[in-house]
């Protein structure tokens, strides 16, 4: 049919190919508009964090720096004050890391185990429960900021890095059980059945047959989560004190708390180092990331 | 000998939903059972009882003598082969096979040693190092039979295994199951809601309707003299027909009488001693309608009939009249003569008649 059209008018498609050529061309235009619309930001911070202050006070906002210097990074990364103690975002950004890395890990492991129970195991109630589960998702994070102060008082975790990873892992446990029985409801029973018949019982199944089947929704569980806890901010000022905040929170005080000049590079580069282990989960991860969100049902 | 298995009035309901009602079987060992019936009949619900997949509502269970009513599938002493092959889609092939020795803390020499011979037994030695997803559905279903084989229990399950495959694969795989049956003299408990598999495998049928089973019989006996309405009509392909006619008592015999649209009855002579109503349903399969002349036996009786239809099928032909207002089949021999319109004799056997109460009509 189309073809029979094309050949008996030439002309026509020579001007629709004509159109869509235009088409193409704007579209181009509009995408790279907005790709430069959102790296703008980033190329800010980027070249205002390799110029000197003076450069900066100088010079203009979008302009690239004239003598590139690090010595904005080096302040960032082990001598910018936040508060009294002047040692720059190096603890800090431990302390994420010791808060995220076991967060993620806790999160997503005991995720991975609900959803196999909710997905595989059917027991009584268990409907109710996932619902109330889900519930937990879309709970406003403020409402149990005081309850959970009270939980970790009562845990004597209150300020301490295992503290946050407890509240971590409990807030994910949400979002990592439903990913998780999403994708466990999309393998057949039978699995189960034969692995049972086999002699195997709730954790060998689990183990060796669920777990080794989970790569997919696991990378997107553990960037999902990573980013979470990385970027949290309420939880870690809320449940800290000082030498066990997250890097979010130093960096709110080395922006907010700096006194005289205002060290914009210095600001900078603190931001973009907090941002740079997200950046790079998704940059390693994130083809994993979408693969995984479409990822259906596991032929056996 | 006692039974391999012995199930006795098992019930079971989901919820209030009673799906399978007072179910009493019994096996020899060695047997062949299929279960067959109407699909959502409750066959696969009767399988994962037995396996233990499912609790019972009531009754027991016994397996090679012990009541396994309470007992966890692992310790049955069962294999068992799914619908869907079910196989650990991350392990290889040999992995999959070895996997509930593996379990079972079998030493790594005895898993070799089983797992070769196994391999080898059903031709899949080139496969072992191939994840399931690399199969195709005909080497799939020789993996799920090699984790079941491997196992050496007491007791085989197999719920419709055949029913992925082609055509074809279809029928080879089922000759290679009865193969398999016969040469390791292993018990079979096979479910499939087809009549021709079940025919060809049992040694013993069971067939079932509803949750209810309906006969329990070899598969001759099943054939021959069905049960009730619902299995005369199950089994059998094409299917037994089944013509309403009216009886009368003739000396120790009956006269039946069958009504035909613008013709005088048909009417036949059963000389076997009956007990029969004055209303029956008359079955009588294709096979046991010929042309005339070319059936022999005491109680051949031939009639006129008006041929509707011939469907010539090959080895056979099958020919249609209208007999009791439903549509009669036939089945002669390829060369017949029958044409569409034309008066035909018939030889109908009497001695393999069944006869079943009518239906009755309800509302
Ligand atoms: N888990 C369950 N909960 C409720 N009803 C079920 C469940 N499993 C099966 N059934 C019902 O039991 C009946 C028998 O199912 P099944 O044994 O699978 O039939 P078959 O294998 O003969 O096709 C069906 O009506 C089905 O809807
Ligand atoms: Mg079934």
Redesign the pocket.
């Known amino acids: 049919m189309t073809d029979a059209t094309i050949h008996s008018r030439p002309s026509r498609s020579t001007s629709s190919r004509a159109g869509r050529i235009a088409l193409r061309t704007l579209l181009y235009v509009f995408l790279i508009g907005f790709a430069l619309f959102y790296l703008m930001p980033l190329f800010v911070m980027l070249t205002t964090s390799l110029k000197s202050l003076d450069e900066i006070r100088t010079g203009s906002l979008v302009a690239l720096p004239r003598d590139v210097t690090f010595e904005a990074w080096r302040t960032a990364w082990s001598g910018a004050c936040t508060g009294i103690r002047c040692e720059g975002l190096k603890p800090y950004l431990l302390n994420s890391l010791m808060i995220a890395i076991p967060g993620v890990a806790l999160s997503t492991l005991f995720g991975a185990m609900n959803g196999y129970v909710f997905a595989q195991w059917k027991f009584r109630g268990a409907n109710v429960l996932f619902a109330l589960l889900l519930f937990g998702c879309f709970i406003p994070f403020q409402v149990v900021l005081l309850p959970m102060a009270r939980v970790l008082g009562i845990l004597n975790l209150a300020g301490t890095i295992p503290g946050l990873i407890f509240v971590h892992t409990v807030y994910g446990l949400g979002f990592t059980t439903l990913f998780f029985r999403n994708y466990y409801v999309t393998i057949p029973m039978e699995l189960v059945r034969a692995a049972k018949i086999d002699g195997a019982g709730f954790f060998r199944i689990f183990w060796s047959i669920f777990l080794p089947l989970s790569l997919p929704i696991i990378v997107v569980t553990v960037i999902w989560q990573f980013t979470q806890i990385w970027n949290d901010f309420l939880f870690g000022v809320s449940f800290s004190q000082a030498g066990t905040q997250p890097v979010t929170v130093a960096l709110n005080n080395i922006v907010n708390s700096t006194t005289g000049v205002k060290e914009y590079n210095v600001d900078m580069a603190a931001a973009i180092l907090a941002a740079l282990p997200t950046l790079l989960v998704y940059v390693v991860a994130g083809k994993y990331f979408i693969r995984g969100l479409t990822a259906g049902s596991v032929k056996g | 000998m006692a039974p391999i298995l012995d199930i006795k009035n098992l019930y079971k309901s ?2 209030a ?1 009673e ?1 399978l009602k007072d179910i009493n079987v019994a096996i020899e060992p060695g047997d062949f059972l299929v279960l067959v ?1 109407p ?8 399988l994962n009882c037995i396996a233990g997949l499912e609790p019972i509502s009531g009754g027991a269970i016994h397996i090679n003598g012990k009541d396994m009513t309470d007992v966890s599938p692992k310790d049955r002493d069962i294999a068992m082969v799914f619908q869907s092959y079910a196989l650990y889609p991350t392990m290889t092939v040999a992995k999959n096979i070895t996997f509930g020795m593996k379990v079972r803390g079998v030493d790594a020499a005895t898993q070799a040693a089983k797992l070769a011979e196994v391999a080898a037994q059903l031709q899949i030695e080139p496969l072992l190092n191939r994840r399931p997803g690399q199969l195709s559905g005909g080497q799939r279903q020789r993996v799920a039979m090699g984790r079941a084989l491997v196992r050496d229990p007491a007791l085989f399950l197999f719920d419709e295994p055949l029913s992925n495959l082609d055509a074809k694969l279809r029928v080879e795989m089922r000759t290679e199951i009865k193969k398999l049956h016969h040469n390791l003299g292993a018990s079979m408990v096979y ?1 499939t ?1 087809d009549q021709i598999e079940a025919m060809t495998l049992a040694t013993k049928i069971v067939v ?1 309707k509803g ?1 209810v089973i309906q006969q329990i019989g070899t598969p001759a006996e099943i054939y021959n003299t069905p049960a009730n309405l619902f299995v005369a009509d199950f089994m059998g392909s094409p299917a037994m027909n089944l013509i309403p006619a009216r009886v009368q008592q003739n000396g120790t015999g009956h006269r039946i009488e069958i009504q035909r649209v613008d013709a005088e009855p048909l009417v036949l002579e059963d000389h076997r001693p009956l007990n029969l109503p004055g209303n029956v349903i008359m079955g009588l399969r294709p096979e046991d309608i010929a042309e005339a002349g070319f059936r022999a036996g005491a109680e051949v009786q031939e009639a006129t009939c008006l041929v509707d239809m011939v469907e010539p099928a090959g080895a056979d032909t099958y020919v249609v009249s209208q007999l009791g207002g439903k549509q009669v089949t036939a089945r002669l021999h390829a060369e017949t003569s029958a044409r569409a319109g034309q008066p035909m004799v018939m030889a109908f056997d009497l001695a393999k008649v069944s006869y079943f109460a009518p239906r009755r009509v309800s509302g």
């Open positions: 989901y919820g939903t799906i019936g699909s959502g009949c409750g066959k696969s619900t009767l479910v809601h079932m949750g």
